[in-house]
């Protein structure tokens, strides 16, 4: 993931759906090899961490770091690394080596004597329409000069590119409707087909017979209306058709972003009229002076608006009311 700190809208559904345990299994099930998967107990499995920290520090919201026993009768554990990309990015296997590193680094300072380190699997999930393109193994990123390549790490990451698989095969994957949903709006990125209307009632009629449905109801439905601009969204009318459960919830959500349509509308009026006001007395305002008043409330776009006929400069107006003249 490289969209920004969790605030897109693909960061936070795939954030939402993968700390549900059920929704994690069901994946890494499909992606691992068999032989893999059937060495691990998936019951067992546990959040590990859901915050891993950027080399500067900066957190990124997306990746989630699983703990799973092995079956080898030890105490021995593996570590799967879930990373979510909805662009391609050429650098992954370096970016995955970087966090595999600090994942390390922790338990070795957490664990003084440690002689053995446990293994971490990498995934990665993406959806990006115009697909894959980066290398998969780390040692492709590194220039090959003949002799040296035995001091290169080596290992690879597995890639989960939903834009090629089908909705078909991605229900195969899981009966579960929540993973359904899920992957499904992730590939399609919001904007379901009419064709698969009738996939996404289904699932959404199964959704309701999980105690948990209400919320990843309005997890999959809030990234649908944020990617898709049509006044009812295919997935919106599924949901409509599923069940009378749904409908209620989907009329309750359309009243709410009704309502926080018409705030948004006024509230950039008002800061339209306002940096015409201020454009009129105090000449072009720059873009720092702009985005200021784009992202203000309604109660300081009022406050500013008051003061526009006696602040003598755009530092008056802006000032704290203790220290306004």
């Keep these: ?22 929704i994690a299994r069901d994946e890494i099930r499909a992606v691992l090899p068999p032989e893999v998967s059937a060495q691990l107990r998936l019951d067992e499995l546990s959040i590990e961490q859901e915050h891993l920290p950027e080399p500067d520090l900066s957190e990124r919201f997306c990746d989630v770091l699983y703990r799973v026993p092995t079956l080898d009768g030890t105490d021995r554990f593996v570590w799967l690394l879930l990373e ?6 050429p650098l992954m296997a370096f970016r995955l080596l970087e966090y595999m590193v600090r ?44 002799g040296v390549e035995v001091y290169v790490p080596s290992f690879e990451y597995r890639l989960d590119d939903l834009t090629r698989a089908t909705p078909a095969s ?43 449905w209400r919320d990843m ?16 969204p295919v997935a919106f009318q599924a949901a409509r058709a599923a069940s009378s459960e749904l409908e209620t919830v989907v009329t309750s959500y359309a009243e ?7 705030l948004e509308g006024r509230l950039e009026g008002e800061a339209e009229v306002l940096r ?7 000449g072009e305002l720059d873009a720092e002076t702009v985005a200021r008043i784009e992202t203000a409330d309604s109660e300081q776009l009022l406050q500013w608006a008051e003061r526009v006929l006696s602040a003598e400069t755009l530092d008056d107006l802006f000032a704290e009311p203790s220290s306004a003249r």
């Design 84 to 89: 979510h990309q909805s662009t391609d990015h």
């Design 103 to 146: 994942i390390w680094g922790r338990l070795v300072r957490s664990s003084p004597g440690l002689r053995e380190l446990p293994a971490i699997i990498p995934v990665v999930l993406t959806h990006d329409p115009r697909g894959w393109s980066a290398p998969t193994r780390f040692q492709d990123l590194v220039s090959s000069t003949l």
């Design 256 to 262: 709410r972003l009704e309502a926080k349509g018409r």
């Design 276 to 282: 015409r006001q201020l454009q009129l007395k105090f």
């Design 170 to 212: 991605v229900a195969q994957r899981s009966d579960r409707a929540a993973f359904r949903l899920v992957l499904w709006a992730l590939q399609c990125r919001g904007r379901v087909s009419p064709a698969e209307a009738d996939a996404w009632r289904e699932a959404f009629r199964l959704l309701v017979r999980d105690e948990r």
């Design 1 to 22: 993931m490289a969209d920004g700190q969790g605030s897109n809208p693909h960061d936070r559904l795939f954030r939402f759906a993968f700390q549900d345990l059920d």
């Design 217 to 232: 109801a309005e997890a999959v439905l809030t990234y649908v209306v944020r990617l898709d601009d049509a006044d009812e």
